[in-house]
C-alpha cells in the first residue's frame, strides 16, 4: 500500500522587522523598555502620587489650606488694601486717578526740582518731604523716585555727588544751571493743572460739606 501524501502547511507572513529608534543609542538600554512600559499604560492613580510626592501636584488637604489661607487674607481690609497698593504699582493711592494724573502732569519733577533748588538733597528725602508736603496725597515710592532722578540727571538738570567718595553712599543732588530753567518753565506750565485740580476740590468739598 503506498503512503498518502501528507497535506502541505501553509507559510505563515514574515513578521517586518521592528523599526529601530534613532535615540536608543544616546539614551541607554533602560530607555527602551521604559518607553514600553508607559505606552502600555501606567496606572492613573500611580502616576498622581508620584507627582504629588515629587511636589508638583498639591493633595486635596493641601490646596484646601491654602484656599482657606488665601479668603481670609482678602477678607481682611489691611490685606485688600495692600494687594491695591501692589496693584497700583507702589505704594499709598499710587493707582488712584487723582494722583495719576498728578504723575502724567509734571508735579512730580517740579516738586523734585524746588526741593533741589532749596539746597542738595537725596532719594529718601525727597520721598518723605514730599509726602509731608501733599500730606500723603502724592506718595512716591523708590521704583519711581530713582529712576526720576537718574533721568533728571542725565538730561544734566541735577548733578549727583556721593556722600562718601570712597563707597556707595547716599547720594545729594544738586540743581544745575539747566535745572533752573527747567525748573522755571514748570513753575509756569503747571500752574494751570494745579489751579483747576485746587477749584475742583473746592467744588467737591462745598457741594457735599456745605
Known amino acids: 500500500m503506498s503512503a498518502m501524501p501528507q497535506p502541505r502547511k501553509s507559510a505563515r507572513p514574515r513578521r517586518a522587522p521592528a523599526a529601530r529608534d534613532p535615540d536608543a543609542a544616546t539614551r541607554g538600554p533602560g530607555a527602551q523598555g521604559g518607553a514600553s512600559r508607559g505606552s502600555s499604560g501606567a496606572s492613573p492613580g500611580r502616576g498622581a502620587r508620584a507627582r504629588r510626592a515629587a511636589g508638583q501636584v498639591p493633595n486635596r488637604d493641601t490646596a484646601t489650606r ?3 489661607a488665601q479668603a481670609s487674607r482678602l477678607a481682611d481690609p489691611r490685606e485688600t488694601a ?14 488712584d486717578p487723582f494722583t495719576g494724573e498728578l504723575r502724567r502732569r509734571e508735579v512730580l519733577p517740579l516738586l523734585v526740582l524746588h526741593l533741589i533748588s532749596a539746597g542738595p538733597s537725596y532719594g529718601n528725602q525727597l520721598m518723605d518731604r514730599i509726602s509731608s508736603m501733599t500730606e500723603g496725597v502724592l506718595s512716591v515710592n523708590p521704583n519711581t523716585m530713582y529712576p526720576l532722578l537718574r533721568t533728571l540727571e542725565g538730561r544734566e538738570l ?3 555727588n556721593w556722600e562718601h567718595p570712597e563707597r556707595r553712599s547716599r547720594r545729594y543732588y544738586s540743581i544745575t544751571d539747566g535745572g533752573r530753567e527747567e525748573y522755571e518753565r514748570l513753575v509756569v506750565e503747571v500752574r494751570p493743572f ?4 485746587a477749584s475742583s476740590i473746592e467744588d467737591i468739598v462745598r457741594e457735599v460739606y456745605e
Open 158 to 160: 541735577i548733578e549727583g
Open 82 to 95: 495692600r494687594e491695591a497698593g501692589r496693584a497700583g504699582g507702589g505704594r499709598g493711592r499710587a493707582g
Open 194 to 197: 494745579l489751579d483747576a485740580i
Open 66 to 68: 491654602e484656599a482657606i
